[in-house]
């Protein structure tokens, strides 16, 4: 188990936190035999791909710069107009083997841990000098791991090579009988698939490299329950901001539900404790729903936004001590109060046929029947 060195134990799955600070440290998987087998199948590819191109690039060079004018040979800067020419025109046929091998080893460097860059990745540190350091670091798991993809990789290449020599034993032979020209584009030919061949043999050590690499990178990002603990504390910040937060969240909470009592049809009090606004929908609700709630001070502001808005007022504390403590706010009464809101509802929706229409009166209910166990002093 690996252990930090306090000498406690790292048990944790890295945070979400850890991992991003590692990666802005350049700390991710990475895998040197992916790169190795994806640069080298690459250019072993290309090369043989890319067998006209270069053919067509060596004649060239060859054609320009082997015949020779009769001035050249009485000019000192002849040759070395000759060898600049020559180097430009090499590097123009080398330019696009030289890009693709560019791009496939920042493609294989990035699928396995993500792009990550950062300067602390390359700025020297002296504490890989120290001697005692590197015994550790070569006498560790990864350092046994690297000795063994070492040890496969020369019996794999030294097996394929073997292998190739024995079945090619025949076309090797054959080239003997063979005019310049073709035996060169045979040559070309064997030497070509020759080396895809042993460029291939490294996927295998690639694809035993991979799952290791990930595996000692997640050890490596584990944690100790300690560092857990003071992760969550820095993130989540001192006990006054956290008190802050919470502050201004039930603020903002408060506004929303302040927001919703001139949509309520009534709103029931205490009728100085207490303040309940009730709305119900026969459409779209299927009981009446408590949009806002409070007490002291909250009551009373709710009480003030009700007159404002011309949302009905009633009096009954002990249906409004019982809305209050049975339910939360944007949620159903409970059904051991339908009654007594469907009484509460009907004097309401009287009145405002009522004031709408003229006619009767309609008279106040003298109670609103709350069950006992709803019932609070």
Do not use: C
């Not at 097996?159 to 310049?180: F, K, M, V, Y």
């Not at 229409?357 to 166990?373: A, H, I, Q, R, Y």
């Amino acid at each position: 188990m690996a252990e930090n060195k306090d000498g406690q134990e790292k048990t944790e799955e890295p945070t979400a936190k850890k991992l991003e600070d590692a990666k802005k440290k350049s700390q991710v998987a990475r895998s040197r035999e992916l790169n190795t087998m994806a640069v080298t199948l690459a250019g072993a590819i290309s090369l043989v791909t890319m067998s006209d191109h270069f053919e067509e690039g060596l004649r060239g060079l060859m054609t320009n710069n082997f015949s020779l004018k009769r001035d050249d040979l009485y000019d000192p800067m002849a040759m070395l107009v000759h060898l600049s020419d020559a180097l430009q025109d090499a590097l123009w046929m080398l330019a696009p083997f030289f890009l693709i091998l560019m791009a496939i080893a920042i493609l294989a460097s990035v699928s396995l841990g993500g792009l990550a860059f950062s300067m602390q990745a390359i700025a020297p540190k002296f504490n890989k000098l120290n001697p005692i350091t590197g015994m550790k670091r070569v006498f560790s798991l990864k350092g046994l791991m690297e000795l063994v993809k070492a040890l496969l990789k020369f019996m794999l290449i030294a097996t394929a090579t073997g292998s190739i020599l024995w079945l090619s034993i025949g076309d090797l032979i054959g080239l003997s009988q063979l005019e310049i020209t073709p035996a060169l584009a045979e040559v070309g030919s064997l030497v070509g698939n020759s080396f895809i061949i042993l460029a291939s043999t490294l996927i295998l050590i690639a694809l035993m490299d991979i799952p290791f690499q990930l595996w000692d990178h997640k050890r490596q990002m584990r944690m100790t329950r300690q560092e857990v603990r003071d992760e969550m504390k820095n993130t989540e910040g001192r006990p006054e901001v956290k008190s802050r937060i919470r502050a201004l969240q039930r603020e903002m909470a408060q506004r929303r539900m302040m927001g919703e009592v001139p949509k309520a049809d009534v709103v029931v009090t205490n009728p100085t404790h207490y303040a309940v606004a009730i709305k119900y929908d026969q459409d779209s609700m299927a009981a009446p729903k408590v949009v806002a709630k409070g007490k002291e001070l909250v009551a009373a502001n709710i009480k003030k936004i009700a007159q404002e808005n011309n949302v009905l007022l009633i009096e009954s504390p002990m249906l409004a001590r019982a809305i209050y403590f049975s339910t939360e706010i944007n949620h159903s009464i409970p059904t051991g109060l339908y009654l007594a809101v469907a009484k509460l509802l009907a004097y309401v929706f009287q009145l405002q046929i009522y004031r709408k229409n003229g006619g009767d009166m309609p008279l106040m209910p003298d109670d609103f029947p709350v069950p006992e166990e709803y019932q609070h002093d």
